[in-house]
């Protein structure tokens, strides 16, 4: 996998700009991707350093299709924390 397959797309919610001022950035990554597919996928295409990496498995939500309950793909979350004085220039909106 080269690194546009294991980062998907950045994930932009109140709660992951909150953790943008701590040095946090949060990206949709592959299912099967792991802690250090991320991480040098993450240095890769950004040029950062990142020191930490957490990794969340979301669930699917069910959801009502007209006359039945579907369901959202399930996904997972990477929060990726950077070294001091490093930040991502996608999410700072230039």
Do not use: C, H
């Not at 949709?28 to 990496?53: G, H, W, Y």
């Not at 007209?66 to 996608?90: D, F, H, N, P, S």
């Amino acid at each position: 996998m080269n690194a546009n397959d294991i980062i998907i797309r950045p994930v932009i919610s109140e709660k992951s700009t909150g953790l943008m001022e701590g040095r946090k950035y949060v990206f949709q990554v592959a299912r099967d991707a792991n802690k250090l597919m991320i991480a040098r996928a993450i240095k890769e295409l950004f040029n950062v350093t990142p020191e930490k990496i957490n990794i969340i498995n979301m669930r699917g939500k069910n959801r009502r299709l007209r006359y039945r309950m579907g369901k959202r793909a399930a996904w997972k979350k990477a929060i990726v924390t950077l070294a001091i004085g490093q930040k991502i220039e996608i999410f700072e909106g230039q």
